[in-house]
T-cell receptor, first 113, second 114 residues
């Protein structure tokens, strides 16, 4: 099993450009998540998807959109990138049920200039 | 929503010395508790978890954490650290409802000094 995979690993964007971060998991998990990690702030939840076909806002959703394409894939889109979106983005997944840990991808390091 | 506090942002410690990384959470409802570790330029890996039962949980590499319900704490300890333990450690809490969202602390960077 590959676990949770993310593409790309690194990306540099100019202000105003758009891009989509891809995430896929092969563990048959129902729930998937997008986080951003900034120094001194830990991980903050951007969006999550409790099951295929549903998505919900997390703590910091402004400037982002998501798509739960199918059970395996959950993408994050920046429509008009801003320097404040410079961050490391992590995708995670878990089984539904309440007592299962989340499994994380390796992250995407995004710089917006 | 839960609030998770990791008071120490950085903890330097000499090799083979003991260490404690502190974690407190806000809610008194039933929770599931996790410690994750992040090595440089990597994603997060689960270190250990408390779901129910014994309040002392252990990892395979010598870390342990104790769930203290009255103090709403889940401190991480290791009696003797190694250079390889240098990493960032995150405490996380789940209420086990809905989408099983995790609430993270801001992290503690552990640096082991030779």
């Amino acid at each position: 099993n590959a676990g949770v995979t993310q593409t790309p690993k690194f990306q540099v964007l100019k202000t105003g450009q758009s891009m989509t971060l891809q995430c896929a998991q092969d563990m048959n998990h129902n729930s998937m998540y997008w986080y951003r990690q900034d120094p001194g702030m830990g991980l903050r939840l951007i969006y999550y998807s409790a099951s295929e076909g549903t998505t919900d806002k997390g703590e910091v959703p402004n400037g982002y959109n998501v798509s739960r394409l199918n059970k395996r894939e959950f993408s994050l889109r920046l429509e008009s990138a801003a320097p404040s979106q410079t961050s490391v983005y992590f995708c995670a997944s878990t089984r539904t049920g309440g007592n299962y840990e989340q499994y994380f991808g390796p992250g995407t390091r995004l710089t917006v200039t | 929503a839960q609030s998770v506090t990791q008071l120490d942002s950085q903890v330097p410690v000499f090799e083979e010395a003991p260490v404690e990384l502190r974690c407190n959470y806000s809610s008194s409802v039933s929770v599931y508790l996790f410690w994750y570790v992040q090595y440089p330029n990597q994603g997060l890996q689960l270190l250990l978890k408390y779901l129910s039962g014994s309040t002392l949980v252990e990892s395979i590499n010598g870390f342990e954490a104790e769930f203290n319900k009255s103090q709403t704490s889940f401190h991480l300890r290791k009696p003797s650290v190694h250079i390889s333990d240098t990493a960032e450690y995150f405490c996380a809490v789940s209420e086990g409802t809905g989408a099983n969202n995790l609430f993270f602390g801001t992290g503690t960077r552990l640096t082991v000094i030779p």
